[in-house]
């Protein structure tokens, strides 16, 4: 089973708008962390936002907030007012247990793409 | 910006061959990774090191080795290059936990293609 599904290849949404990019995930594990990545046409991988299994607050970094529904197992990425410069795809990941190291298992991205 | 520089960043070479690929950060982070990227797969864990010397395999480690002689560089060796370890490489680097949620900087990855 894969550990971190993201369900939506590519995403539409126009500027200014609000969008939701799902994801769900799966652990047995009781201390687990989430984390967002954006990767532009350009390439790098820039981290966006962490969630941790304990945190009881959702993670808020700028315009991204992190929805997270532990029962649900989901920890969708939310992007408000978005910009041109938003368009990306975006990876959802996971580190599992309570090592000092960071392995991280990735989704296979959503492609966002906005619109004037 | 994390200090992370992969070496080289564009690279052709053809089946049989043996490929060194290199990372260097100048952060003195603990931990590095190197991971591969192909489409549809998102980004794939191939070995890791939590020191010097120190190293682990990661989900598709066949085909690959690592060395870390000194805490930065770590250094990813495709033995006999094959067409499927055509890939985008990234390594990462992070601290410890203790310090921070420990997140991952990568580098700016470094294309291989296997003829």
């Known amino acids: 089973a894969q550990k971190i599904t993201q369900t939506q290849p590519g995403m539409f949404v126009q500027e200014k708008e609000a969008v939701t990019l799902d994801c769900t995930y799966d652990t047995s594990d009781q201390s687990y962390g989430l984390f967002w990545y954006k990767q532009p046409s350009s390439g790098e991988m820039i981290f966006l936002i962490y969630q941790g299994s304990y945190d009881e607050q959702n993670a808020t970094e700028g315009r991204y907030s992190l929805n997270f529904q532990k029962a649900r197992k989901s920890a969708n990425l939310v992007i408000s007012a978005s910009q041109l410069g938003d368009s990306a795809m975006y990876f959802c990941a996971m580190r599992e247990g309570q090592l000092g190291y960071s392995t991280l298992t990735f989704g296979k991205g959503t492609m966002l793409l906005v619109s004037p | 910006d994390a200090g992370i520089t992969q070496s080289p960043r564009h690279k052709v070479t053809e089946t049989g061959t043996p490929v060194t690929l290199r990372c260097h950060q100048t952060e003195n982070h603990r931990y590095m990774y190197w991971y591969r990227q192909d489409p549809g797969h998102g980004l794939r864990l191939i070995h890791y090191?939590?020191?010097?010397?120190?190293?682990d395999k990661g989900e598709v480690s066949d085909g690959y080795s690592v060395s870390r002689s000194k805490t930065e560089d770590f250094l990813l060796t495709l033995e006999s290059a094959t067409s499927s370890q055509t890939s985008v490489y990234f390594c990462?680097?992070?601290?410890?936990?203790?310090?921070?949620?420990?997140?991952?900087?990568f580098g700016e990855g470094s294309r291989l293609t296997v003829l």
């Open positions: 990462a680097i992070s601290e410890s936990r203790t310090s921070g949620p420990g997140e991952l900087f």
């Open positions: 090191s939590y020191g010097v010397k120190d190293t």
